[in-house]
């Protein structure tokens, strides 16, 4: 749906535009779904762009973080915020389940209803699609081919599924995750602990629950860790919520469309952390 971009030219554009209106630091948010070797060019590319203002740590005898330092140390730096997938693997639970600690029992927060939201807003395209591929079927029948089935998959291997699990990042791309360590959600509760580099998202959805059922843990958690909040996937129309009500709560990182200017959005430019 949209066209490709190098990631060189994005690094650029954030080195020349990142530190106009503000010196505070910026926290560039990747998803990496790359292989070692691009991995590898991923971290040059980021390194040769950004230089001494990216923040980086070697992987081996790296220093226990106890606390994490404050925007006023890290003005003009460059984070990079990414899964480190040698954590993240070995952990049990779901992202999306969330517990927060009530005074008199502990309450378990779901995205269900998001699920079912996505569901029913995708049954309509799913529709059109399956009508598309109903066509397709009937015209392979006329020429004499076999049909594909849907949902059927090529038989894997048990050595090819053991490759599939096995963890596969560059450390290269490590030595860039120092303070901003994309994590899964355990949970929000004494039962939990995150180390102070740890970070993890939350739907608006889930965000709102938290709210609800207990805000005093999510802001206690917030008072030395870094939560980033993220819209809800049934905006497919780039609507945004009030980021205001997550700020109050503590959340440094608010994340907002930007492919419409709604009402006020052009004021928040800048004024806080979002992505």
């Not at 120092?178 to 355990?186: A, I, N, P, S």
Request: hydrophobic share 35%.
């Amino acid at each position: 749906m949209t066209s490709k971009v190098p990631v060189r030219e994005v690094c650029e554009a954030i080195m020349k535009y990142g530190f106009v209106t503000s010196p505070y630091p910026i926290i560039i948010s990747a998803e990496v779904h790359c292989g070692l070797t691009q991995q590898d060019m991923l971290a040059n590319i980021m390194k040769s762009v950004f230089g001494a203002a990216l923040v980086s740590a070697p992987v081996d005898s790296r220093p226990k973080i106890d606390v994490l330092p404050s925007p006023e140390e890290l003005k003009g730096r460059v984070l990079l915020k990414a899964k480190n997938l040698y954590v993240s693997e070995s952990e049990p639970l779901d992202s999306k389940d969330v517990t927060a600690d009530v005074e008199t029992s502990e309450t378990t927060t779901s995205d269900q209803d998001v699920l079912s939201d996505v569901k029913s807003e995708l049954k309509k395209v799913g529709n059109k699609v399956l009508g598309r591929v109903g066509n397709r079927r009937t015209s392979f029948t006329k020429s004499g081919h076999t049909p594909p089935q849907l949902g059927s998959r090529t038989p894997t291997t048990n050595s090819e599924e053991k490759d599939k699990k096995k963890v596969k990042m560059s450390f290269e791309l490590l030595a860039l995750l120092v303070y901003t360590v994309g994590v899964k959600c355990r949970g929000i509760n004494k039962k939990e602990t995150y180390a102070p580099e740890h970070v993890f998202s939350l739907s608006e959805n889930t965000a709102n629950k938290l709210l609800k059922d207990n805000m005093m843990d999510l802001i206690k958690h917030n008072q030395d860790h870094v939560v980033r909040i993220y819209p809800k996937g049934v905006r497919i129309s780039s609507t945004n919520y009030d980021p205001h009500r997550y700020w109050s709560a503590g959340a440094q990182l608010v994340s907002l469309n930007w492919q419409t200017c709604g009402i006020g959005l052009s004021l928040l430019s800048g004024a806080y952390f979002s992505d």
